[in-house]
T-cell receptor, first 115, second 114 residues
Framework: NAGVMQNPRHLVRRRGQEARLRCSPM?????VYWYRQLPEEGLKFMVY????????ESGMPKERFSAEFPKEGPSILRIQQVVRGDSAAYFC?????????????FGPGTRLTVT | GQQVMQIPQYQHVQEGEDFTTYCNSS?????IQWYKQRPGGHPVFLIQ?????EVKKQKRLTFQFGEAKKNSSLHITATQTTDVGTYFC??????????????FGQGTILTVHP
């Protein structure tokens, strides 16, 4: 059973470009979470999605950031007009959604570098 | 807003020594989860504690949930080099409308010297 998959693993973008990060949850998981991590810091919640629905986006900046989890295909975190401050590791996690507080299974992350 | 704090931020030990990290929440938690992240890796779920005063063990790791359900600890006995990494606690975020949203502590970075 494949784990959570994220791609690309490393992404370099120039300031002003767009970054698209993809996440495929574990098989059978319908809940996806995106987190951002700066070096030697904790994980900051960004957004929580279920298929075709954004459940909670309270941790996501209002501008330039968007997320989706379509009926078919991976979840996408999109960052428009990237700035240097967007450089970070972005982790996706999934859970089965069977219990209120399931453990979360994390993907390997996408390391975004903005030059 | 809710805060989840961990101490210490860094811990250096000699192999064989014990290690403890503490987690404190500003609000009462329905449960607490612990994760481990190896250097350059991703967080991996270790355990979830639900009951007041609960103690769980996994080999050399002992996890406790405080009586008031506002604090927790992770204790590692006789550390090994394979224990190196960052240990995070995480609790349900206060307020909001969604299940499953977790607030992570900033983590304790453990270094083990052979």
């Amino acid at each position: 059973n494949a784990g959570v998959m994220q791609n690309p693993r490393h992404l370099v973008r120039r300031r002003g470009q767009e970054a698209r990060l993809r996440c495929s949850p574990m098989k059978g998981h319908s809940h996806v979470y995106w987190y951002r991590q700066l070096p030697e810091e904790g994980l900051k919640f960004m957004v929580y999605l279920q298929k075709e629905n954004i459940i909670d986006e309270s941790g996501m900046p209002k501008e330039r950031f968007s997320a989706e989890f379509p009926k078919e295909g991976p979840s996408i975190l999109r960052i428009q007009q990237v700035v240097r401050g967007d450089s970070a590791a972005y982790f996706c996690a999934s859970s089965p959604g069977q219990g209120r507080w399931d453990e979360q299974y994390f993907g390997p992350g996408t390391r975004l570098t903005v030059t | 807003g809710q805060q989840v704090m961990q101490i210490p931020q860094y811990q250096h030990v000699q192999e064989g020594e014990d290690f403890t990290t503490y987690c404190n929440s500003s609000t009462t938690l329905s449960n607490i989860q612990w994760y481990k992240q190896r250097p350059g890796g991703h967080p991996v779920f270790l355990i979830q504690l639900v009951k007041s005063g609960e103690v769980k063990k996994q080999k050399r790791l002992t996890f406790q949930f405080g009586e008031a359900k506002k604090n927790s600890s992770l204790h590692i006995t006789a550390t090994q080099t394979t224990d190196v990494g960052t240990y995070f606690c995480a609790g349900p975020s206060a307020g909001g409308t969604s299940y499953g949203k977790l607030t992570f502590g900033q983590g304790t970075i453990l270094t083990v010297h052979p």
